[in-house]
Structure formats: structure tokens, C-alpha cells
């Protein structure tokens, strides 16, 4: 009988769980499976780091128990997926909630683990170890034009963004995972990221720092597999706080700015390097035809170089790229990221164009909406908020312009004469014009507050904001600009993500106004750089809740232009993933590896229309949901997409949406975060008796019809009718149409819930 070897890895702490450990090891002594316990390792003479990963090369399996999550675990599962070692992640069912707590942490949803509650149920689950083993065959090739990955965090600080300066300000392009943007980072989604990276940087944060735990396990998990697949990986740490024993000695530590910044701008310069040398990974591969697909991100900044090949230039894109002025509104991940990066890589083609891009990382601008509102009243704050706009507006138009033609002055004096005059007349410093919009947004906020606290009245204020900013500044600004129309004719000023930075537990109104005079802003600088013959055009990207309470402050809901990108067309759909499929493929294997992604299924329709069916029709739970079930497949060995893959990958979406999508309504709205669960056994169909019963709590903090309002507005109930259940999306996003579904009688109208959670329900 072959023997086989298994390396045990668990925390220290619980009795109960080392004891389960300790009987099943000693159950299994005799059988064809020899555990080593980590503690049974003799560390005498040995740095305890190398050994444990040595101890997991020289292993036929790694257990790893998951029932108190713990960074050295973790690490330790992600250099042995690196390894491609079979991993077997093992769950005490006995402790309270181990199971919540691993969910918690997103990682384990496509990797699974084996439960327990004593050593003979464990002994019994490790005998037929090879056949609950998971191993990954499910890797990337290295994305040679984004090659830097970034684990960015939930709170935006300091340390945070001078990381992300300093890349800005390198010459690698990188990707990243923005739990913001996606809350729930899978196993297959970080194997993807990782093995498809040159250089890695993961941010180890301080246990005061919100979401810290969640954080740092994933870091863990990550530094684990870029160890395993032979990366460089940087982890670094603001200030010398604590680190666990594996990899305590490949962390970097930072007590100040400038020292954070040197660190990641030589990483990154060794990055560059890096990606210029081949890996095996790239000859490697996933097996079969389904490891040749390459799906993309789901986020568009990830796919920056790579969005093109598959980009599907829609009726709304070309009405934004033709556009003078105009909003453009679409639910999160319904792709407005996408049509802004396309729209400024059209514009920057002609080289008369002077494409101004402004995505905040983070911003302060709700701590100044409190600061004036505190000393100021409605039309001050309105005058102060229109100057700020137009101020940060130009400056950055100057800043862009001042950059584009900055190599062209090397042999031209009086070139060289005019930029260094703008510099000095404006006090572009080194810090403003080496920053980035981020850091220049928040030294603009900062001096509004500042100004805002030093005057005594309401009239100094409007006379020094009228005195400094619209008499002075604003003009000397606008002529600036213009003095470059001898290099530029047309300019481009692009805006998005500037609701990353409002604070949850709902959007105030006053963010609302703020967008709305940035909107007049650009309208007003449209209007007077157009007569003096300079083109202007400008677009504002805005969540679609945001952009419906903007439209409610104004009686004319054309004014603005908005642009709609959601979508309601399933055959759309199909398309976008038919795109991102058969773009990794030579074209005479286009047909066999859609056919081998899109089977037909026991039911007689399609794997993407199961998919489709429960994405809620958004283009970025779409490409998560066939990542899933692709990694599923390919992990399994199967040559094509099951019924089983389909299943499970619908089961772990549903679970995410259902503990994950509450979180971007109580944004939004103010609902508790777990809204969904009330709904946990209630079924597919409830009246709306019931619905009220479920809703009814105080603690909602809002009323009933509000809370079902926003319920049906996105897209978690429908209502349904004598044809089936109709959701909002299948009435081209309009509530209204929605409602006249409902009829007049509402008391008597039947809810549907929404077939993308009812798995996670049930």
C-alpha cells in the first residue's frame, strides 16, 4: 500500500480544536496517510519560516484548519496552492461560529473546507483524503502591461494613498482590488491576480484601522501564493507593529511619507525589470481549452490595456464620445469605468486633444461641506462651492497642459519661460505638480476650510472669495489656458469615482449640490472657453441613485444629458461575454471554447443563460459569476462547463449577494446592512402582507414603502404578474413602468424575489 505524507498547519489556542487534530493524527498513524503536526517539528538550529515551507514542499497534502482564522495559515494555504499541492482546509463545526467567520473573509468560497466536530469525524473525512483534497489547476499568464498588483484597503488613509501616489508617479501600470468596488475577494480571484503579477505590494495595516482583520488575512493568503509562484512580493507596514512568525521577515516597515514613497518607487522599478523576464507560468497555463480563456477583470481600471479586444461599443458609448456635455449614469458595475477609460483613450488619439482625467482615489469633500455649513449660510456655501469648482477645474486643465508640453520645451527657451512663469504665478510647487489629483483635491479642501475659519463673518467671506478667487485667480487661471491654444484646439475634462469618497450610511443631500455645481462649473468654463475659440467638452460619471436625487433639485431633467448605461438586454449580455471568451483564442478555436464555456444544460438552455438569469443584469456580477464557475470547471478537471460548476458557482454568487449587496444599499439609503437576511426560508413569492410583517422593524430607519421601494429600484424583488416576475431591469430601469405592474390596488400585489438570491436564501 503507498504511503502518502501530510503536513498539519493550525493556530495554537483552542483545546478543542488540537485535541480533534491530535486523535485523528494518532487515528491515522496506521493507515496510508502520515500527518506531521506543525508542532511536532523539530525547529532546533532552524529558522521556523523556512522549515514550515520547506516542511510543505517535501508534503504529498497540506491540511490547514481554518476554524479561527490566522495569518500563518492562511499564508502557509496560499504557498502550497502556489505549489500546486493538494490542500485540504478543515473546519470545527463544534466552535461558535467558525463557520460565519470564514465566510467572513470571502477566500474559502470557491476552495470549500471539510467540517468536523471531533478527532473520529475528522479521521473519517482524512482516510479518503485524495478525494476531498482540492488542488488549483487555475492560474494566469503574466499580464505584461499591468504587471503590479495592489491589495488596496477599505479606509483610504494617509499610508494608503502616499502608496498609491508613489505608483502614480512610476512607470507601472497595476491592478488592484478595491474592497470598496467589490467587497469579497474569492480564492480563484486572488490565485488570478497574484500568478498573473510581476510585482506585488500588500499593505499590512494596523488592528485599529477599520476592516484591518479581513485585510491583513487576505495579504496573508496573497504573500503565500507570490512566495509559491516565485514573486518578489513587497509587504509593507506603517510603523513596526507586530507581524506573524512566517513572514515576519518579508516585511517592509514605514514611519513616514517619505520613506513609504522611496520604498514602493524602487519596488516598482524593480518591477519593471521583473516583467521583462519570462516565468513559467507563462508556458504553463491552465489545462484544456477553458484554461486558455482569459475573462478580463470585472473592474476596468484592471484591464486598462487589455479592455480594448473586447470592449463592446454600444449606442451609449458613442453618444458619450460624441457629446459636448453630458452625465453619464449607470448602476455600480454596469461598466461607467469601462465607457471613461475608452472615451479618454479615443481622445487622447488626436494630438491637438488635452485629455484631463480626474478619478479621486479618496476626498474631503464632505468634511468641507460640514466645515462651511457650520459658519455659513445656503448662498454663501453655494458661492463658495461654485469658486472651489472653477478653481480646481482650471488648475487641473493647467496642470495637464503644463504636463503634455513639458518634453517639447527641452530646445524651446520661451517655452521653457512660460511654464516656469505659470509655475511661479500660480505656486505650483513640487508637490503640485509631482502629486496627483488626490493629493491636490485635499490641499484645495484644506485651504477652503482654512480661509473658511479665519474670517469672522459671512460678508468677509463672500468679499475675499469674490476679491481672491473671481476677480484674481479664476481669470489668470482661464488665460493660462489659453495661452496653450497654440498646442491644443480641443479639451477633454473627464470625471468618475468621486462617490468613492462620501462616507456611508447614505449620501447626503449637500453631496448632492456639490455635484451639482461641479456640473454648472464645467458648463460655465464650456461657455467661456468656447468663445474664445478653445473646444471644451466634458463628461461626469455619477452612480444612477446619485444622479436621480441631482435631477430632483431641478424642474428640467433633460438639463444635464444624462447618458444611461445600464443593462436590460440579455442578448447584450451574451454578446460581452461572447467578446471576453473568444478573444483568448486563435480564431478556428473561437467555436469549440464557447461551446465548451456556454454548454447546453440538463435543462435544455444555455450555461450563460443560468448566469445571466441571476447576475442582476449588471456586466460586473456577470464576469464574477463565470470566473467562479470557470474555476470551478478547470479545477476539476472537466474539459467543459458542467451542471455541478453552473450550480455551485450560482450558490457561492448568491451567497456573496446576499451577505455583500447589502452593503451598497445601506450606503445608498441608510437600510441595515443584513437587510437581506429577514428574507432567509421565506420563499420565491410573499404578498404584501407579508413583505410588511418582514419589514416592519424600527430599526430599518425607514418606512415601509420607502424600504420596498428601494427593494424593487435595485432589482432584489420584482413583482409578479399573470406572465411571470418582472423586475426592474426588465423595464429598462424605469420605476415607474415597475409600479404600473403593481396597479392601483397595492395591498393586494405579490412580490417575487430575485432568482440571483434565492440560493443564498434558502
Request: net charge negative; proline share 3%; with cysteine.
Amino acid at each position: 500500500m503507498a504511503r502518502y505524507s501530510a503536513f498539519y498547519a493550525y493556530p495554537q489556542g483552542s483545546a478543542t480544536v488540537k485535541d480533534a487534530i491530535h486523535g485523528a493524527v494518532e487515528k491515522s498513524s496506521r493507515g496510508n496517510l502520515a500527518i506531521k503536526p506543525w508542532e511536532n517539528m523539530n525547529i532546533a538550529g532552524f529558522k521556523l519560516d523556512d522549515l514550515v515551507r520547506d516542511q510543505i514542499k517535501e508534503a504529498d497534502v497540506l491540511l490547514a484548519d481554518i476554524t479561527y482564522p490566522n495569518h500563518n495559515v492562511l499564508y502557509e494555504i496560499g504557498y502550497a496552492i502556489a505549489l500546486e499541492k493538494p490542500v485540504i482546509p478543515t473546519l470545527n463545526l463544534a466552535i461558535d461560529k467558525a463557520a460565519d467567520r470564514v465566510r467572513m473573509i470571502g477566500l474559502f468560497d470557491t476552495l470549500g473546507w471539510t467540517t468536523y466536530h471531533n478527532a473520529d469525524e475528522l479521521h473519517g473525512y482524512l482516510i479518503s483524503w485524495q478525494e476531498v483534497s482540492w488542488i488549483n489547476r487555475y492560474v494566469r499568464k503574466r499580464d505584461h502591461s499591468q504587471p503590479l498588483f495592489i491589495l488596496d484597503m477599505l479606509a483610504k488613509t494617509d499610508f494608503r494613498n502616499h502608496i498609491f501616489h508613489a505608483v502614480d508617479n512610476s512607470s507601472v501600470n497595476a491592478r488592484t482590488f478595491d474592497p470598496q468596488e467589490i467587497p469579497r475577494l474569492t480564492a480563484a480571484q486572488a490565485i488570478s491576480d497574484i500568478s498573473a503579477s510581476a510585482g506585488v505590494i500588500l499593505p499590512i495595516i494596523g488592528k485599529e484601522i477599520v476592516d484591518a482583520e479581513r485585510h491583513n488575512l487576505r495579504a496573508a493568503f496573497m504573500l503565500g501564493l507570490s512566495r509559491g509562484y516565485g514573486i518578489e512580493a513587497m509587504a509593507i507596514q506603517y510603523e513596526n507593529g507586530p507581524a506573524p512568525l512566517d513572514y515576519r521577515d518579508f516585511i517592509t516597515n514605514s514611519t513616514f511619507r517619505r520613506e513609504t514613497e522611496d520604498h514602493i518607487s524602487r519596488y516598482c522599478e524593480s518591477t519593471l525589470i521583473w516583467n521583462q523576464k519570462a516565468t513559467s507560468r507563462d508556458a504553463h497555463g491552465s489545462p484544456g481549452l477553458l484554461g486558455k480563456i482569459d475573462l478580463g477583470s470585472s473592474a476596468a481600471e484592471n484591464e486598462t490595456q487589455q479592455l480594448n479586444y473586447y470592449f463592446i461599443r454600444t449606442a451609449e458609448y458613442a453618444r458619450a464620445l460624441r457629446a459636448e456635455g453630458g452625465v453619464v449614469t449607470g448602476r455600480k458595475g454596469s461598466g461607467k469605468t469601462a465607457v471613461y477609460l475608452q472615451i479618454a483613450a479615443a481622445a487622447q488619439h488626436d494630438r491637438e486633444s488635452c485629455v484631463v482625467d480626474l478619478r479621486p482615489a479618496t476626498h474631503n469633500l464632505s468634511e468641507m461641506r460640514e466645515k462651511l455649513l457650520t459658519v455659513v449660510n445656503a448662498g454663501v456655501y453655494d458661492h463658495t462651492i461654485a469658486a472651489f469648482w472653477q478653481y480646481t477645474l482650471y488648475a487641473e486643465i493647467v496642470l495637464k497642459m503644463r504636463e503634455i508640453v513639458l518634453p517639447k520645451a527641452r530646445n524651446d527657451f520661451s517655452l521653457q519661460e512660460r511654464i516656469r512663469k505659470i509655475e511661479e504665478d500660480f505656486r505650483f510647487d513640487e508637490g503640485a505638480v509631482s502629486g496627483d489629483f488626490t493629493s491636490r483635491l485635499e490641499t484645495a479642501v484644506r485651504e477652503v476650510i482654512r480661509a473658511t475659519q479665519s474670517v469672522s463673518t459671512e460678508a468677509d467671506l463672500r468679499s475675499q472669495l469674490t476679491n481672491a478667487m473671481y476677480e484674481n485667480l479664476i481669470p489668470n487661471l482661464r488665460e493660462a489656458v489659453l495661452s496653450f491654444t497654440d498646442f491644443f484646439s480641443t479639451v477633454h475634462v473627464l470625471v468618475d469615482d468621486l462617490d468613492k469618497g462620501w462616507p456611508p450610511r447614505q449620501v447626503e443631500q449637500h453631496d448632492v449640490l456639490i455635484v451639482k455645481h461641479l456640473i454648472e462649473a464645467l458648463g460655465r468654463i464650456q461657455r467661456d472657453l468656447t468663445k474664445r475659440r478653445l473646444e471644451f467638452k466634458h463628461l461626469v460619471f455619477l452612480r444612477s441613485d446619485v444622479y436621480e436625487r441631482l435631477v430632483q433639485q431641478t424642474s428640467d431633467r433633460g438639463k444635464y444629458n444624462p447618458i444611461k448605461i445600464d443593462w436590460s438586454d440579455p442578448a447584450q449580455l451574451r454578446h460581452l461575454l461572447k467578446q471576453r471568451v473568444v478573444s483568448s483564442v486563435e480564431k478556428d478555436q473561437e467555436d469549440a471554447v464557447w461551446n465548451a464555456f456556454n454548454p447546453v444544460l440538463d435543462d435544455g438552455r444555455n450555461a450563460l443563460d443560468w448566469m445571466i438569469e441571476t447576475s442582476l443584469r449588471r456586466p460586473r456580477f456577470l464576469i464574477d459569476l463565470c470566473e467562479r464557475i470557470l474555476s470551478f470547471a478547470i479545477n476539476r478537471g472537466h474539459a467543459s462547463v458542467a451542471q455541478e460548476d453552473v450550480e455551485e458557482g450560482l450558490r457561492q454568487m448568491s451567497l456573496y449577494l446576499v451577505s455583500d449587496f447589502g452593503y451598497e444599499l445601506r450606503d445608498v439609503a441608510g437600510t441595515p446592512e443584513d437587510i437581506f437576511y429577514y428574507f432567509i426560508g421565506k420563499g420565491r413569492k410573499l404578498s404584501a402582507e407579508e413583505l410588511r410583517s418582514l419589514l416592519s422593524d424600527d430599526h430599518l430607519g425607514l418606512g415601509f414603502e420607502e424600504t420596498l421601494d428601494l427593494l424593487l429600484w435595485y432589482g432584489f424583488l420584482g413583482v409578479e404578474t399573470a406572465s411571470g416576475p418582472v423586475f426592474i431591469y426588465d423595464r429598462a430601469y424605469d420605476i415607474r413602468r415597475l409600479e404600473a405592474e403593481r396597479g392601483r390596488d397595492r395591498g393586494n400585489a405579490t412580490y417575487s424575489v430575485n432568482p440571483a438570491f434565492l440560493r443564498g436564501l434558502n
